[in-house]
């Protein structure tokens, strides 16, 4: 339907549209210019320009039918041309884009130690090193190798605040920033070190929110939370180096 110099797009367009779903969750502009939708429950779609319409991309077609019901909440074009989407039910990558289309899934294996930590994926994100880190809920964060496929995991215990990714960004110096639930981390994409940052301020944020992060012109990194916004920036955060000596002034067994 169009209104002045709005075009709207749904399920009850006639002839232009076969977008079956109003529920629109993401979009990518590929470097052909070609944009894609996700959606939820109706999998992914493109507008077409040269006829004013947007298609479905079939599942069934590619060989994986449950991909045309699927929830996509964020999609990422690699530096080699493919598209990953996280979903509810695995991350998916398309490749042999302009050539003869593939669609790849790949999910929690409690088999396989290198396989994704869990099939909620929420955020995306490829680095300077062409390094591509996948951020679930309640499986932490994984580092995938589109070579061999493989998923490298880091939790809590490689020194996450939270398992629970819900941003990722990178800083003007190349490093990794994400938030998770209860804090944010900082991530060197050299040799994978953690470092997390919880306190007042950050834990008066409340929940972080999915894909809610960016930088600006100076440099500054805003996170967005559910209650409110944290702004920093990186150069300005000091480790402190003097921690405090543990003395014990009394000591009691069985009172």
């Known amino acids: 339907k169009r209104t002045g110099f709005f075009r709207h797009y749904d399920k009850s367009t006639d002839g232009n549209s076969i977008l079956d779903i109003e529920h629109v969750t993401s979009f990518l ?25 947007i298609l479905h991309l079939s599942g069934k077609e590619l060989g994986i039918p449950a991909f045309d019901i699927e929830n996509i909440h964020c999609m990422l074009e690699t530096s080699s041309g493919d598209i990953l989407m996280g979903t509810m039910d695995g991350l998916y990558r398309l490749s042999g884009i302009g050539k003869e ?14 396989s994704l930590s869990n099939n909620l994926v ?28 493989k998923f490298k995991r880091f939790s809590i215990a490689d020194g996450l605040p939270e398992n629970s990714i819900r941003a990722i960004i990178a800083d003007k110096n190349k490093n990794i920033w994400i938030s ?9 994409p050299g040799n994978h070190e953690i470092k997390s940052y919880l306190g007042r301020t950050l834990q008066s944020i409340g929940e972080f929110q999915m894909g809610s992060a960016t930088i600006d012109y100076y440099g500054n990194l805003y996170f967005g939370g559910s209650n409110g916004i944290i702004k920093f920036h990186p150069d300005q955060i000091k480790e402190n180096k003097n921690v405090p000596r543990i003395y014990f002034s009394d000591f009691r067994l069985f009172n």
């Open 180 to 188: 998770t639930n209860i804090g944010i981390a900082l991530i060197n």
């Open 101 to 114: 289309l593939k669609l790849t899934r790949y999910q929690y294996d409690n088999k396989d130690l290198e």
């Open 122 to 149: 929420v955020t995306l994100f490829e680095d300077h090193l062409k390094q591509i880190w996948v951020g679930t809920i309640g499986g932490g964060l994984n580092l995938f190798n589109p070579g061999n496929e």
């Open 29 to 53: 502009r590929d470097k052909t210019g070609r944009v894609w939708i996700g959606t939820f429950s109706y999998g992914l779609n493109y507008y077409s320009p040269e006829n004013d319409k």
